[in-house]
């Protein structure tokens, strides 16, 4: 009966853990939540993005693989949260211009290069997607950094969608702002931006 009794006490613990559970789709500003709150993929959006996509346009490759974390606990906001994470690997010429994959594993997602933002669930905020529905699609928005230029803010969209079987990524990066001071420092992201890439799942 003891042992009964413990084990309710613990459950109980735990539960008490990660509540209210919000789920990502929500957008939830942290400001808004309650402390240890889970904001949790619910509907396990991330899942469809997760593996190796791979861009190819004439002597470019650029490749991008994605794995979800979940119950991350972050300590600014008090909150656990779920995340979708991703590094890359972009070739000129069969030459690496950058190679993030051996950070994919890193504890801290926001210390990943690729780390998800929020869930896009229309088709009015920035980029707009030509080939979104309205009803049906949804994108994920991230953070995105290059080693070296961190101060270059950028972000990305991907959207997926399936053909014949096929499952692919239109994925759009953007820049918005840098805040370097020298004049020495690479203004640009090596990557493609300010265009919709197709990547396929390897």
Not at 29 to 52: E, I, L, Q, R
Not at 66 to 79: A, E, G, P
Request: include cysteine; hydrophobic fraction near 35%; glycine fraction near 2%.
């Amino acid at each position: 009966m003891k042992k009964i009794i413990i084990l309710f006490i613990l459950l109980g613990f735990a539960c008490k853990a990660q509540t209210p559970i919000y789920p990502i789709r929500e957008n939830r500003p942290s400001s808004k939540a309650v402390d240890n709150s889970y904001s949790k993929d619910t509907f396990n959006d991330f899942d469809m993005f997760t593996g190796t996509w791979v861009h190819t346009d004439g002597n470019k490759e650029f490749k991008i693989t994605f794995q979800k974390k979940l119950m991350f606990y972050n300590d600014v906001t008090k909150m656990y949260e779920d995340k979708l994470v991703g590094e890359y690997i972009y070739k000129v010429n069969g030459t690496e211009e950058v190679n993030t994959i051996s950070n994919l594993n890193c504890a801290d997602p926001y210390n990943n290069n690729i780390t998800s933002e929020r869930v896009m669930l229309d088709n009015n905020s920035y980029p707009l997607c030509p080939s979104c529905d309205d009803l049906n699609d949804f994108r994920i928005r991230f953070y995105f950094t290059q080693p070296g230029r961190e101060y270059i803010f950028a972000s990305l969209a991907a959207k997926h969608y399936q053909v014949n079987n096929i499952e692919y990524l239109d994925v759009f990066i953007w820049t918005r702002t840098s805040m370097t001071t020298d004049p020495n420092d690479p203004k640009y992201l090596s990557v493609p931006v300010f265009t919709y890439l197709t990547f396929v799942k390897e």
